[in-house]
């Protein structure tokens, strides 16, 4: 059964910074393109980034893009997000998943996602 499971979220002010991990269990992760989203109050899911099987290819959003850096580490089997220059609007529950495929093109759309951990809060105060 493959499992992921985030960690690294917590409270942190503006400007500053945080590392989460998602270890991944039950499989090896360089058979899954991997991806970060999260979810705040009220709001959808929203993408981040995706990261290629082999690190050759990752895409971020644009609400991230320059700030956010994802990085995997195939062979401890986790996923990595540096989340630099935070605000209050990146307070939010932040979720990794992974889908099994290989190669494969990018995708936001979340039902292509077939495993996800069970979050890790991200709050950033003014």
């Known amino acids: 059964q493959v499992q992921l499971v985030e960690s690294g979220g917590g409270s942190v002010q503006a400007g500053g910074s945080l590392r989460l991990s998602c270890v991944v269990s039950?499989?090896?992760?360089?058979?899954?393109?991997m991806a970060w989203f999260r979810q705040a109050p009220g709001k959808e899911r929203e993408g981040l980034t995706i990261?290629?099987?082999?690190?050759?290819?990752?895409l971020y959003a644009d609400s991230v893009k320059g700030r956010f850096t994802v990085s995997r580490d195939n062979a401890k089997n986790t996923l990595y997000l540096q989340m630099d220059s935070l605000n209050p609007e990146d307070s939010a529950m932040y979720y990794c998943?992974?889908?099994?495929?290989?190669?494969?093109?990018?995708?936001?759309?979340?039902?292509?996602?077939?495993?996800w951990g069970q979050g890790t809060q991200v709050t950033v105060s003014a």
């Open positions: 990261i290629s099987p082999t690190s050759g290819s990752r």
């Open positions: 039950g499989s090896t992760i360089s058979r899954y393109s």
């Open positions: 998943a992974a889908r099994s495929c290989n190669p494969c093109a990018s995708t936001w759309n979340l039902n292509l996602y077939t495993y």
